[in-house]
């Protein structure tokens, strides 16, 4: 997505005088000027929004990463709470224990 705004931007820049912000050629206040300013702040917002989809991406890998850890982890600590036969988590003989499936 990054890309396609790049080439947006890009684009856009062509077509509008960079320091007046306004099309080369068109008077300050056109129609065209005005779609100009319109696209110019929603692909800003576009940009910012990409940022931070990326960011909660990242975010929930981290969360589902250790989510994955603690599932092992519990798992663990369920095998090593195993004594004289009986699961201490689910009370019942090792062989039936449902615990961890």
């Not at 940022?51 to 663990?76: D, F």
């Amino acid at each position: 997505m990054a890309g396609q705004l790049g080439g947006m931007v890009e684009e856009v820049n062509a077509v509008r005088g960079r320091d007046a912000g306004t099309v080369v050629g068109e008077e300050e206040g056109g129609a065209v000027s005005k779609i100009v300013k319109i696209l110019d702040t929603h692909l800003t917002s576009l940009q910012w929004l990409d940022a931070r989809a990326e960011e909660l991406a990242a975010r929930v890998t981290e969360v589902r990463v250790k989510g994955e850890r603690a599932s092992v982890e519990a798992e663990m600590v369920h095998l090593r709470s195993v004594a004289g036969g009986r699961c201490y988590l689910c009370f019942v003989e090792f062989v039936g224990c449902t615990a961890f499936g």
